[in-house]
């Protein structure tokens, strides 16, 4: 891993508040708005951090289809780094 501890824990605090949002929320617009803020912010992430978390898929947390599941692996892996 490459990213910065510092880029890994600030994300990690963003995605995690986003993700506990997200996961209660019963507002399509307001699912939607979170959707495009994490897009945002992953455009403008560590590009070493994003590739990290990615594995190389550019459509990373950009795509609604796979959204959840993205943003809850990206939770779950720098959890774990940052564990370490």
């Known amino acids: 891993m490459k990213a910065d501890r ?4 600030q994300a990690y605090a963003f ?7 997200y996961e209660h929320s019963t507002s399509e617009r307001e699912m939607d ?8 912010y992953a455009d403008a992430m560590s590009p070493a951090l994003f590739d990290a978390l990615s594995i190389g898929n550019p459509a990373f947390l950009h795509e609604h289809t796979t959204f959840h599941a993205d ?4 939770v ?5 780094w940052l564990e370490k």
């Open 6 to 9: 510092n880029a890994i824990e």
């Open 15 to 21: 995605f995690h508040q986003k993700l506990k949002v």
């Open 33 to 40: 708005h979170i959707e495009d803020t994490i897009a945002v």
């Open 71 to 74: 943003l809850t692996h990206a």
């Open 76 to 80: 779950a892996t720098m959890e774990a």
